[in-house]
């Protein structure tokens, strides 16, 4: 039976809102990624050695555990709902953005939460202004999504990196476009709703 193994703020949350979003069900379970073990108490790394989130496990025991596959899995159960169908344009611009978040944005972020010098910080603050003027500039533009300007799961991925600022101090308030995308994808009732299912630690989306 397939399951999905996240926790409610990481990267791994965006596998879970998608699900909601795409009414697709799941069987779920949260994992503690500093201690490895799941809700359940089981050893995540047995589940899935890298230790990361999200993980999917398939029927077939197959192990999706990056992020972007993950999206993609569960939006090809709902087709058409959070992604453009395979093979057309639309869909590789969703699978573009999906890893311009993953390697230039969430990748930025990931440092910020270890132990930095306040130069090193500054550093890394740098680069993600550069990456927040091109999702301005390039991706956004006038849209309020960031592919075809419909809602898929490359703006429920970006949404979640975007809630890591208030924790490592990161105003992304500073960066009006990309700020009112954030609470765009925030106040979306599948969103919402998602959020709300997560808070009780469920057993399924």
Known sequence: MTKLYYTPQSCGAASFIAAVAAGVHINTEQADIKTHKTASGADYYAINPKGNVPALVLDDNTLLNEGAAVLQWIADQAPGTIAAANGTSERYLTQVALNYVASEVHANFGPLFGPLSAENKAVQIDKLDKKFKYITEHMLNGQDYLVGNKFSIADIYLYIVL???????????????????????????????????????????
């Open 163 to 205: 809630s890591w600022g208030q924790w490592v101090g990161v105003d992304v308030s500073a960066y009006p476009t990309v700020h009112k995308f954030y609470q765009r994808i925030a106040e979306l009732p599948a969103v919402k709703e998602a959020h709300a299912k997560m808070a009780t630690n469920p057993s399924s989306t």
